[in-house]
């Protein structure tokens, strides 16, 4: 979870980048993570090393064929939210969501080999109906969901998952926009002292940006002591 004593740059530049996907504007995702998230990093990595081989930490996050893959932590309707533990190398139940806002109205999960500005791996929806949790899937990058909640910036990608044919059929449409976006803004509603917002979406290439991004802090960030910021000099390529 992100500390409140994270860099006010950090901060600044995670707010431009809110407004800038709010108006329609491509934008770069911030190349600073911040102390508390450098520290869960150094945790998540340390836990994972009880196991020879781990979901998180041993997947790649994109395929040569330009695919990403996801592990689907909760399935589309359902309402108990799961969640990676990663010393046990296996999904488990946090809590279960109110009847409203109700079940979750995306299949959800993570990309491997990620840390986003909160600590914890980046986010992913996959389109379509329910598929079975606890799983990795292969998908093509269709948009980035904007969002911000009581930590900062928590943008999650969507994919449309590949088929046998290798195709991707599923589209994010303008009710998918609207469903799935409603129930975001809405599922921190009876928890104290939280919230969450969504100013908007944008297209694939911001996706793939913050996955090369959340990719890079996995990469170089576990490297240095969790005490302090990381910077990724460079944002990257893609």
């Excluded at 945790?43 to 196991?51: C, D, F, G, M, Q």
């Excluded at 944008?202 to 959340?214: D, I, Q, S």
Aim: a neutral charge; hydrophobic letters at 40%.
């Amino acid at each position: 979870m992100m500390d409140p004593s994270s860099s006010g740059a950090t901060r600044h530049a995670m707010a431009a980048l809110i407004g800038a996907i709010a108006v329609g504007q491509a934008a770069l995702p911030p190349p600073e993570l911040p102390a508390a998230a450098t520290a869960e990093l150094a945790r998540s990595v340390a836990a994972s090393k009880a196991h020879r081989t781990h979901v998180w930490r041993d997947t790649a996050p994109l395929n040569a064929d330009g695919t990403l893959n996801g592990y689907i932590e909760i399935a589309r309707g359902d309402r108990r939210k799961w969640e990676y533990d990663m010393a046990r190398n296996a999904r488990v139940i946090d809590r279960v969501m109110p009847e409203d806002p109700g079940g979750y109205p995306v299949n959800y999960g993570f990309v491997p080999q990620t840390v986003s500005y909160d600590g914890d791996p980046f986010d992913v929806l996959v389109l379509g109906p329910p598929l079975a949790a606890g799983r990795l899937v292969r998908g093509v990058i269709v948009a980035l969901m904007q969002m911000e909640d009581e930590n900062g910036l928590d943008a999650k990608v969507v994919i449309s998952p590949v088929d046998r044919s290798g195709s991707a059929p599923q589209r994010l449409t303008a009710e998918d926009e609207r469903r799935i976006g409603d129930y975001f803004k809405r599922y921190k509603q009876h928890e104290p002292g939280k919230f969450s917002k969504v100013p908007g979406w944008a297209g694939p290439e911001a996706g793939l940006t913050f996955v090369r991004m959340t990719h890079a802090f996995f990469r170089d960030c576990r490297r240095l002591p969790p005490s302090a910021a990381c910077k990724v000099r460079e944002p990257p390529a893609g």
